[in-house]
């Protein structure tokens, strides 16, 4: 069987170098890849003529719900995965953190993109930023797609949430993916991009699939192209300093492999829940995905006089878990992905042991649970221990990427620290103690050189994703050795495909670019109340200047009653003389109450409920006699799928509220969102 690569929107094989790929537990042909050997300008080109200008059509939260539409459907397919996914050596719990771990990221991506980024083609990023004096000249950064594609160079250890943790947010930025998983799992990869395209439901070329080498691909991209890169940093350095990444500046992002640590604090004692916390926590980095992750704790950090207690129960651990056919329910841990790979980490571990006391050996006479010790490419957990971590720096440097890590002792957190930051940058650290007081000095110490950090104890275990868990809302990268980029992080994954540009010029001129009100542009006002209009109806820029209300004291006192708010300064004249406010004044939230009664038209129509209220701000004290006016003008405009159980199509409406005195200085600042019904499904 040949696996294929799918560019140009076609399934195709290349009559390059030819790449035979077997089953990693019983040594079974799976079938050959033949890398393409030439036309990358070509592949390159399509994305970005053929599939990105079909992209940038949509909006963001059209993208959105097609990549949520998209993990729906290979959710429905993820048997097929599985049975695949065994191949690569990996267990039923291995599998399920690659296959439904990135589809579960595709459905993080698309909540996250429609909860923080406006409905448009673009992004409109932070407040307008006033440049002048009198605020005729203001300045606006927006966030537009990059007309090129995104290369995904992954690595071999997770074929499916490697992909698709990467061209999730790609796709939602409004650029084109070519995908390049690692050859030795690729076809677990070929198998998901088949149902990706057979879906039909992103635009055609969105995603391309280059399974073998990827030639010359690099001299073709261009300053709109985006690589990104997962595997060793020595390849990953190699490809950063690739001539035409550097003479074109392409943005370069790296992901490479790291000595993570875990790190034992001293308040923590053998009979504590904490002390079986780490246990667990090291033997599952080192066992699952048979120790082939890029977070994987490689040295496990302990107290000296902890350091045997530790040891012992770690080995007493790792020896129950059952190594051996991925298929087989009694199975743990699964095969590494391949001979090349068991070669590499068993060429690592014999480096370690020459500087380190060995507790548990998994290089050989490995009992197995149905599979043949002939075949396949497995290897046991591994247990070192360096007495001398302070000076022996040969666990700080070499990596073994497979169930391998290594014991440290220390004396103090000060030694701790420093040992944790003797891996030179990791992506993940963690810490496991009672003590808060630990916890922070250890993390705010040692911080600078990890990209996260958990600190794990018998509080948030239960809940607790584990030390080697990247998530979708939080950084996923790290400094130094671990590639010095960022991934994930919410809507910064995203961000990173979009060219950021500053827009200057006059509020009207910026709010007619943005699609958004600002203060200071020009208004429209008309006969009819803003809340008649249906949600199509409603322009930017639409505004109401309401009557006029002086506050008087029966409002404090009756608005103290009702809302059992009596603070001193709204009912006691006399301290509220000493006070900052140098007076009585009315409750900020009377003010905003009475703003709603100025603005809001009582009678039925097209606005179904407020949504909530947001950046509000109390700017100036309200006296008893003073007069307050306000000024509400529509902001932004959110369109909103309707859901098979709403009643209604609808929008949401952002409203900019100001506040103002007798002086017409502003008293208060806010948004209010109103749900508006909307006149046509279509609109």
Not at 574 to 584: G, T
């Amino acid at each position: 069987m040949k696996i294929q690569s799918y560019v140009k929107g076609e399934w195709c094989s290349g009559n390059g170098r030819v790449d035979t790929l077997v089953n990693s537990v019983n040594d079974e042909l799976i079938g050959e890849v033949h890398s393409l050997d030439s036309g990358f300008d070509q592949i390159l080109e399509y994305g970005r003529t053929v599939a990105g200008p079909e992209l940038r059509k949509l909006t963001i939260h059209d993208r959105a719900e097609r990549i949520k539409l998209l993990a729906k459907y290979l959710l429905d397919r993820k048997a097929d995965f599985y049975r695949v996914s065994y191949m690569t050596g990996a267990t039923k719990a291995d599998s399920w953190v690659d296959i439904e771990g990135g589809i579960g990221t595709m459905f993080s991506y698309t909540g996250i993109a429609r909860r923080e980024l406006n409905n448009d083609t673009f992004v409109v990023e932070g407040p307008v930023e006033p440049l002048s004096a009198n605020g005729t000249f203001v300045g606006q950064h927006i966030l537009t797609s990059k007309e090129g594609v995104s290369l995904h160079i992954n690595a071999f250890n997770f074929p499916v949430w490697g992909m698709l943790e990467k061209i999730t947010p790609s796709l939602i930025a409004g650029v084109p993916v070519v995908v390049k998983p690692g050859t030795v799992s690729c076809y677990l990869t070929e198998v998901v991009v088949r149902s990706i395209v057979e879906s039909e439901i992103l635009p055609k070329g969105s995603v391309q699939l280059i399974n073998g080498s990827v030639g010359d691909i690099l001299d073709h991209v261009n300053e709109q192209d985006v690589v990104t890169f997962t595997g060793s940093a020595s390849t990953g350095q190699m490809l950063k300093c690739h001539p035409n990444i550097i003479a074109k500046s392409v943005p370069f992002t790296m992901e490479a492999d790291s000595l993570n640590c875990c790190i034992l604090a001293p308040d923590v004692s053998v009979e504590d829940p904490e002390f079986d916390l780490y246990i667990k926590e090291v033997a599952r980095e080192m066992t699952t995905k048979a120790g082939q992750k890029c977070t994987a704790v490689r040295r496990a950090i302990v107290p000296q006089n902890m350091t045997e207690a530790v040891g012992e129960a770690l080995v007493k651990r790792l020896q129950s878990t059952a190594i051996g056919d991925p298929t087989q329910k009694e199975t743990r841990m699964g095969a590494l992905v391949g001979k090349a790979q068991r070669d590499d980490v068993r060429a690592a571990v014999e480096k370690l042991m020459g500087c380190s006391d060995t507790l548990l050996d998994g290089m050989d006479g490995i009992q197995l649970v149905g599979a043949d010790p002939s075949k396949g490419s497995f290897m046991a957990p591994t247990l070192l221990r360096c007495n001398d971590p302070l000076n022996i720096t040969t666990p700080h440097e070499v990596e073994a990427f497979g169930p391998v890590s290594t014991l440290m002792p220390y004396d103090g957190i000060e030694q701790a620290i420093e040992l944790a930051k003797m891996g030179k940058g990791s992506l993940a650290g963690s810490v496991v103690t009672k003590s808060s007081e630990h916890a922070r000095d250890i993390i705010l110490a040692s911080a600078s050189h990890h990209g996260r950090m958990l600190v794990l104890d018998a509080e948030c275990a239960k809940e607790s994703t584990g030390h080697g868990s990247p998530l979708a809302s939080l950084v996923h990268g790290g400094p130094g050795r671990a590639g010095g980029g960022e991934e994930l992080g919410g809507s910064r994954a995203i961000k990173h495909y979009m060219q950021r540009t500053a827009v200057q010029g006059s509020p009207s001129t910026i709010m007619a670019i943005t699609n958004q009100y600002c203060a200071g542009a020009k208004t429209t006002e008309d006969r009819i109340h803003p809340f008649r209009k249906y949600f199509e109806e409603i322009q930017i820029g639409d505004s109401l200047t309401t009557h006029r209300r002086t506050v008087t004291e029966a409002d404090i006192v009756n608005f103290g009653c009702i809302s059992g708010d009596h603070f001193y300064a709204h009912f006691d004249e006399v301290a509220a003389e000493d006070s900052f406010f140098e007076k009585r004044v009315a409750h900020g939230y009377f003010v905003i109450s009475a703003a709603a009664g100025m603005f809001v038209d009582p009678g039925v129509g097209p606005v179904i409920a407020n949504y909530g209220i947001d950046n509000l701000r109390f700017v100036e004290p309200v006296g008893i006699g003073d007069t307050i006016q306000v000024k509400l003008t529509c902001k932004r405009k959110i369109n909103k799928g309707k859901k098979p159980d709403d009643k209604f199509h609808t929008g949401v409406v952002a409203w900019a509220v100001e506040v103002t005195n007798q002086h017409g200085d502003p008293v208060a600042i806010y948004d209010i969102l109103t749900l508006v019904e909307r006149k046509n499904s279509d609109a």
